[in-house]
């Protein structure tokens, strides 16, 4: 026989028999496989069910007997996909420790048997369960945002909506959490907002942690900047007309020639342009890197007041730079930051014959620097200064002058207000001048999350009841901007003061930059060390600088490094952050 038409057109008989004799085995074999595929469909079915109706009960704020109700109804919903499933039944139990919140679901079914069902095979019964799982620590959450001119109008935008996002999955978990165990503060979150420097001036902040008339002896703007040891504070209230042992913010302290700090009187002056925003120098090495609390004991553990000097040129409006008034005043190669009058010096005139308007001086000639480093360390014109004189001191916008040049919003520490966090992330702008540095962005995120001074609302780092995060955001690389081509000062000043005064332990702009990256390092592996779980998402910024940087050398995780491209996937990033962060996990 040659095919299957030969095979049933045989006469033999054999075939017929033996067709015969398998015909019963054959239909109970497709029986028993019909059965089979059912009992896994309906397994399948109300094991989905049941981790559904479990997740959807523990997600839930309401009371027990609510979540139990809702265990009940998605449980049903779900078992009514598998067609053989009947008899569904659940219950489901909380427990909670000291640590978690777990939630155990039951459910049992029977399978309709319709083949072996006919021979008087029992229905197969089904039992399952699932176990959620979720953390009671408390959590508080950093968030250190680059605010750099870089991100623009857009991005900003964008980096505030996804802030915001982030912001309110952790008020959720909160609210949920406190009905859940009574946990009084279970989430708490901080904000850090950083250009190259931080602005810790908030309503928690104390002026005994900033270094007074006695001014830290390594931060202290000085020497070549300033004459004679005059420190910063000096400067604002020589700046505000006042007596120089008036300080701000706004007069509301007094500093002695000591640095000790006493209650008023209050002075009725508070020009915005003269006040200290609240921005400070990076402390003098180590500190600079670590959470060390500030104490009047070690000044160099003492925060230095931010001032940006005036710079040599005249006295000109924010949108123009001091190499003859020819830029935005966000100039990678000249002074950014001329906003007094200090154009007659010892009875020179500033200007340089033949120059055009906002003519300069010796930006070329033999005595440049000398001349330069003398007309920006004058303190005479700050005590000199007039109203008419600070009329060119803008702090509004992103592009702004004065003393507070390229200082941003200041810093929420670890709170549960989540509507004044909301409140604080609408208010960040982006600034342009000064450059990028995260590793000071980072050092105030470990500062907020610490239990020590300046702020003491984090728990013990490695404390088994308390989870911490930083979620970092940056749209570049770290760098050091301005004045690049000028005879002084060489970059813009900002948290380590110029790039001249060798605080970066370089004149040097690439070493300085590669020095802030490995200062970057230090502060991830400080955190790291200290059980922080750290996120880093760049936008439009992944290079191979930075993904050796943040990838390989910064997240706890790889998969915590985010790159993004577009500013308008930034929500979706910071809510899967969110969601991370408060997890509910499933077992079954």
């Known amino acids: 026989m040659k095919n299957v038409g030969d095979l049933l057109a045989s006469k033999s008989g054999n075939f017929g028999l033996l067709t015969a004799l398998m015909l019963p085995v054959l239909v109970l074999s497709a029986g028993v496989a019909i059965d089979t595929a059912n ?42 996909n598998g067609r053989t499933l009947y008899n569904v039944a659940g219950d489901i139990d909380f427990k909670g420790s000291a640590n978690s919140l777990q939630a155990t679901g039951k459910a049992s079914a ?70 859940d165990n009574g946990q009084e503060k279970p989430i708490t979150a901080a904000l850090v ?24 002896p390594t931060t202290a703007q000085d020497s070549a900047y300033v004459t004679g040891g005059v420190s910063n504070w000096h400067l604002f209230a020589d700046l505000a007309n006042a007596d120089q042992d008036e300080v701000w913010p706004e007069s509301k302290y007094l500093a002695t020639g000591t640095g000790d700090w006493h209650d008023g009187p209050y002075a009725a002056d508070s ?121 060119e001191i803008s702090e509004t916008g992103s592009l702004t002058n004065g003393p507070n040049r390229a200082c941003p919003s200041p810093i929420v520490p670890l709170t549960d207000d989540f509507d004044g966090l909301e409140s604080s992330i609408s208010a960040m702008n982006y600034f342009n001048g000064s450059g990028t540095n995260v590793s000071e962005g980072l050092a105030w995120g470990e500062r907020v999350l610490s239990p020590a001074e300046p702020f003491t609302g984090g728990g013990g780092f490695n404390d088994d009841k308390v989870s911490k995060a930083v979620v970092l955001f940056t749209d570049g690389e770290n760098a050091v901007f301005g004045a690049q081509k000028a005879k002084i000062n060489k970059s813009d000043y900002g948290a380590y ?27 991830c ?11 880093a998402v760049l936008l439009n910024a992944d290079t191979n600088s930075n993904r050796k940087l943040y990838r390989d050398n910064c997240v706890t995780d790889p998969a915590n490094y985010y790159a993004v491209d577009n500013a308008s996937d930034l929500e979706s990033v910071f809510k899967d952050i969110g969601n991370q962060l408060t997890q509910l996990y499933l077992m079954n």
């Open 193 to 216: 907002p950083f250009v190259t420097a931080v602005n810790v001036r908030n309503a928690e902040w104390n002026p005994k942690w900033l270094s007074g008339f006695d001014h830290n």
């Open 39 to 80: 009992i896994f469909s309906a397994r399948e079915a109300l094991q989905h069910a049941v981790d559904d109706a479990v997740l959807a009960a523990s997600k839930t704020n309401e009371n027990t007997d609510e979540r139990r109700a809702t265990f009940e109804r998605v449980l049903a919903a779900g078992a009514s």
């Open 271 to 391: 020009e915005p342009a003269r006040v200290w925003k609240g921005c400070v120098e990076a402390r003098a090495k180590p500190y600079n890197l670590d959470d060390a609390p500030p104490s009047a004991s070690d000044p160099e553990t003492l925060f230095t007041p931010y001032f940006a000097p005036d710079e040599p040129g005249k006295a000109r409006p924010v949108g123009n730079s001091s190499k003859y008034g020819s830029s935005a005043g966000n100039d990678a190669d000249y002074f950014n930051n001329s906003y007094l009058a200090d154009d007659i010096l010892d009875g020179k005139e500033y200007d340089h014959p033949g120059k055009p308007s906002y003519g300069e001086y010796e930006f070329d000639g033999a005595d440049a620097v000398a001349d330069q480093r003398k007309r920006q360390s004058n303190v005479t014109k700050y005590t000199s200064a007039s109203q008419a004189d600070l009329s």
């Open 110 to 179: 029977d399978v309709k048997l319709a083949f072996l069902g006919r021979f008087n095979f029992a229905d197969l019964h089904l039992d399952l369960d699932a176990v959620s799982y979720q953390s009671t620590q408390s959590l508080e959450v950093a968030m250190v945002l680059d605010n750099t001119g870089s991100l623009g109008a857009n991005g900003i935008k964008q980096l505030r909506t996804a802030a915001k996002s982030l912001t309110e999955i952790l008020r959720k978990q909160s609210e949920k959490r406190k009905k």
């Open 525 to 535: 592996a400080n955190l790291r060390s200290k059980n922080v779980d750290i996120y």
């Open 497 to 523: 003061g110029y790039l001249d005064s060798n605080r970066f332990d370089t004149t040097s702009k690439g070493t300085a930059v590669s020095h802030v990256d490995d200062w970057t390092k230090t502060v």
